[in-house]
């Protein structure tokens, strides 16, 4: 199952641990704090006038149950950043026209505060879901602390209202005491639309539906039941295409309940642990039956209990427990919180013998031995269940867990044999290879990520029990799992639990494991490059569309075919479909490659290496002054690669003179780096390195020499790529003359982009860090109306800043540059933004595009769009083959925007490129931000021609152009450079 961050049960455990402002903070549990509160409530009975309303923001993640406060306002978030060292000075709107003024924001209406509600927003991934929010049971003395609402669209539901509200009559009239919230206002977000959209907007009125909440504050007979009015999602949907049908990997889910009910449970005297709270409720199966959910604190049930408040006595370890259960909550169906689907279909894959590791989950007894590279690959499925537009879908997908069948001990007794003569060295090579690393131990199929080695500790350590005696890893092991270990000497590897899986209030813990009890899962470095492997592993990760589509039908028939997990839906009045999503959706037309001389239409492959290498190029820089530098026993084979190079640089019009060569007595990294510095005094258009082999050190190197010591673009290549025959090196020879080209900053080929005066921008970040930064960000923005030259910056994310505050000048500083280079600055600016998670998403469309927006000054506003791209999801596309009937990719260029996308955000998929082997991805575009009112057509449009510009690769590919030379970028930076290029680099596409 797909991780979205913070469960609900977690999230609603911590708003009724909520204590009161004004008390002071006890370091203790959450345990106790619950047990503490309960006490309290109980020795303080309620006055009669309502409890305050405390509600407090929770920051949003991917999880469920975060509550959403009033987003800060420009002036706020501008106090808490650092002022931006570098303003923008632009001239007058006179000097470059008109100023386009911004499209007004739509006010939501103010209330006052009697009709202020409290408002759960539920991450989905990629969307949120608006529901009812259970007001806490406050504690006489509580201040409450009241914020306006945020008003988000909410889906439709069938209609249900005259069956509710029999319901509802018949549990209030066993009420005692009950609250009822007034009447929540729902309102649709606005979205600009035009006449080439369609759009389902707020004038299509849903359903009713009805939602109570209990405390201790009114009467029975008081009791007023409001009815909540839902408006249908927002859809923006395009026309341009060609209509095909397709299948998805999302299976309909149907809900037949009209509800879950929420209880919270109390114990008298006070229990602390949760494992014993757990065991107390479940002996009362009786009364609550034996389909529940519950977390220690908070209780779903697909029933209804005949009374709201039900108390009964349960023994346990010799106390007596006066256990509580209250209804706090009824969620109608579409408002149910998608991580209790989630944990259903958890309880669905124990059924099917289905092991969890991490997220997701895997079937051990149909693991592959890959014999030849001592790996073995273990099958299995993710899923996920969240309301889309169309309603709730479950999605599946086909995963793979790659172990290695060596052992960490195996690792260190190999290390050992290569290192035992010196013993701190055999420990610094045990620390590279296993550091870092994340060990699955097959006794519980767990994982642990390796933090260090316990060199000084062994499995005859003695540790505290839960029981308080001391007793050794060699004894724990064989009491609790029959495991013998042999090597009583190993050392023992430490395991630190990340910190979001702490509770606060409770002890730190540490794991310590057996190394011989471990196995490495994942590829090392050295895997990934060897081809062999990898050829050997895809033949069991890298499915076609119908394998792929055939194994997931195949889960949905055995989910349907087993009786025992199938019935964990039908406890709680689900359904499933018994075949995958099939939608009608579009292809977008074929793009045209402009060339100097002429344009080509792209084929079904969008592949056009072909005319790429005989094409003039639209611009070409001659290579004058250049140097080649290579070991000196290469010449032979570098002199051939130059010739061939100058025979296709003439056919591109791109001309190389002579090099200055500089044959280097060995391949030393101090070599070549001082060999280098010499001659780069003079004035050099590009230096071209071979290298005998690739090496992190000595590439490292020669990159920060040429690129911040002594700027000049530079060409690193191995020699095995062009040691190769005359037929094959010839292809070869062509794609780096091109990049050569591209480098000194000429133009292959573009797209045609009809609108003028625009700038298109990419982001990308790069997390693989130094301790003194968090992350880096790539920034790379056009210069020219026809996006073939662009500009790049980089951010760095120190410390304790907001990322959105160093994209902020580099912003500013992108638009100057345009304006240098044109003489007048861009009408519309659009930003793809890749390296979003889901729970992300608001702080982009929040945080930072208000930061972008904050560098337009009055006489300058141009029109924004800010798309967030994805590419790491789990969605699949299927199309058939009208010929043949099977399943296979579908066609570049294939869109679809609305059934399965998000209820509240503009968003949609697109598949941009041609693959060969396994399954195609779509990619995920969100509109964060957007007040250019341009139509859907348009926009999905301009995305999929963003994704033909990329120089490295003549064909497709899966982002647009701009967000793959920021991932180039920030990668380049992060990985070698540890700080920003030379400003004289910025302009030039040096990082390719």
């Known amino acids: 199952m797909l991780g979205r961050g913070r469960g609900l049960l977690q999230s609603l455990k911590e708003k009724k641990e909520e204590k009161s402002e004004a008390a002071p903070p006890v370091p203790s549990s959450p345990s106790m704090q619950r047990s503490k509160l309960t006490s309290e409530a109980q020795s303080h009975p309620p006055k009669q006038q309502s409890p305050q309303l405390t509600r407090r923001p929770i920051a949003m993640g991917r999880g469920l149950g975060s509550l959403l406060s009033k987003p800060q306002s420009s002036a706020q978030a501008a106090e808490k950043s650092e002022p931006v060292k570098e303003m923008l000075q632009f001239e007058s709107a006179s000097a470059v026209g008109k100023p386009k003024a911004s499209a007004p924001q739509a006010e939501l209406p103010k209330e006052t505060p009697k009709e202020v509600k409290p408002v759960l927003i539920s991450g989905m991934g990629r969307g949120l879901m608006a529901t009812k ?111 095909e049908k397709f299948s998805t990997n999302y299976i309909r889910l149907k809900c037949k309940n009209k509800g879950i009910y929420q209880y919270v449970v109390h114990y008298d005297p006070p229990c602390d642990s949760q494992f014993n709270r757990i065991k107390i409720l479940y002996q009362l199966d009786n009364i609550i039956g034996r389909v529940r959910l519950f977390d220690g604190f908070t209780l779903f049930l697909p029933i209804l209990l005949p009374e709201r408040i039900i108390e009964d006595w349960v023994e346990r370890n010799g106390i007596k427990y006066k256990v509580r259960i209250q209804l706090t909550k009824i969620l109608p169906p579409e408002n149910v919180p998608p991580v209790i689907f989630n944990i259903i279909f958890k309880n669905i894959m124990k059924e099917l013998k289905m092991t969890r590791i991490g997220q997701h989950y895997f079937s051990p007894s149909r693991q592959v031995d890959v014999a030849k590279q001592g790996l073995q690959v273990w099958p299995g499925y993710t899923t996920a269940v969240h309301d889309y537009e169309d309603g709730l879908y479950l999605v599946i997908d086909v995963a793979h867990k790659v172990l290695r069948t060596q052992t960490c001990w195996q690792i260190m007794q190999d290390l050992r044999s290569k290192y035992s003569e010196n013993i701190e060295q055999f420990k610094q090579e045990v620390f590279n290879a296993l550091c870092g690393t994340v060990v699955l131990t097959k006794y519980n199929n767990r994982t642990y990520k390796i933090d260090d080695i316990l060199w000084e500790d062994s499995p005859r350590t003695e540790f505290k029990y839960h029981t308080g005696q001391s007793i050794s890893y060699v004894d724990y092991y064989k009491k609790h799992y029959d495991i013998e270990i042999r090597d009583k000497n190993q050392p023992l590897l430490f395991h630190r639990p990340k910190s979001k899986d702490k509770k606060q209030g409770t002890k730190v813990e540490v794991v310590c494991l057996v190394p011989e009890l471990c196995y490495v899962t994942g590829l090392s470095d050295a895997m990934r490059s060897d081809f062999n492997l990898q050829k050997d592993m895809a033949a069991f990760t890298r499915l076609s569309p119908d394998k792929r589509y055939e194994q997931l039908e195949n889960l949905v028939e055995e989910i349907k075919r087993n009786d025992v997990a199938y019935q964990h839906l039908l406890n709680w009045g689900l359904e499933l479909d018994s075949s995958l999503n099939l939608i009608d959706s579009r292809v977008l037309p074929p793009e045209n490659i402009i060339f100097k001389n002429r344009s080509i239409e792209t084929d079904g492959r969008c592949d056009w290496t072909r005319a790429a290498c005989n094409e003039a190029c639209l611009s070409a820089v001659k290579i004058n002054d250049w140097i080649c530098v290579y070991p000196q026993n290469k010449e032979s084979v570098v002199a051939n690669f130059f010739r061939i190079a100058t025979d296709c640089g003439n056919r591109f019009g791109v001309r190389l003179d002579s090099p200055i060569v500089l044959p280097l007595a060995n ?59 005359d037929e094959k090196l010839r292809s070869i020879a062509q794609k780096i003359v091109l990049q050569m080209n591209v480098k000194l900053g000429g133009e292959i080929w573009r797209t045609n982009i009809p609108m003028k005066r625009v700038m298109i921008c990419g982001i990308d970040v790069y997390h693989k860090t130094e301790k003194r930064y968090n992350s880096i960000a790539g920034f790379v923005s056009s210069l020219n109306e026809d996006q073939t030259r662009w500009y790049s910056r980089v951010c760095f994310q120190m410390i304790g800043q907001e990322l959105a505050d160093t994209l902020k000048l580099a912003f500013a500083q992108a638009i100057k540059k345009y304006r240098e280079v044109n003489n007048f600055l861009p009408d519309k600016i659009f930003i793809f933004r890749d390296g979003v998670s889901d729970g992300q998403i608001p702080v982009v469309s929040e945080h930072e595009v208000e930061q972008l927006r904050s560098v337009f000054t009055d006489d300058y506003k141009p029109q924004l769009s800010v798309i967030i791209v994805q590419k790491r999801i789990s969605t699949r596309i299927f199309a058939e083959d009208p010929r043949s009937g099977r399943i296979v990719n579908p066609s570049p260029g294939t869109l679809i925007d609305y059934n399965i996308t998000s209820r509240q955000l503009y968003d949609f998929f697109l598949v941009s490129q041609h693959v060969g082997q396994g399954t195609v991805t779509p990619s995920h575009y969100i509109v964060a931000y957007d007040d250019t009112l341009m139509k859907p057509d348009h926009l999905q449009r301009l995305a999929y021609k963003m994704t033909h510009m990329y120089y490295n690769w003549s064909g497709t590919i899966r982002v647009p152009a701009p967000c793959q030379y920021a991932h180039k970028l920030a990668f380049l930076t992060g990985q070698y450079l540890q700080e920003e290029a030379s400003e004289s680099l910025c302009n030039r596409l040096f990082y390719l």
């Open 133 to 243: 929010l259970i007001k806490p049971v406050a504690k006489p003395g509580d201040q409450a602390t009241i914020k306006p609402p945020v008003q988000l669209p909410v889906p439709t539901r069938p209609s249900k209202s005259s069956e509710i509200h029999q319901e509802v009559t018949k549990i209030t009239s066993k009420l005692s005491n009950v609250e009822v919230f007034d009447e929540i206002l729902v309102k649709p977000v606005e979205k600009k639309s035009d006449s080439g959209s369609m759009d389902r907007n707020s004038g299509s009125v849903g359903t009713r539906y009805l939602s109570i909440a209990t405390v201790s504050s009114k009467a029975a007979e008081e009791l007023k039941v409001e009815e909540i009015h839902r408006t249908s999602p927002v859809r923006k949907i395009g026309t341009a295409g060609k209509s």
């Open 667 to 725: 391949d030393k990294a101090d070599t070549y780096y001082n060999e280098l510095k010499k001659v780069l005094k003079r004035n050099i258009q590009i230096v071209v390195v071979i290298l005998p082999m690739l090496s992190e050190v000595r590439y490292q190197r020669i990159k920060r020499l040429c690129c911040i010591e002594s700027p000049v673009p530079s060409q690193c290549i191995q020699f095995k790529t062009i040691n190769k025959p």
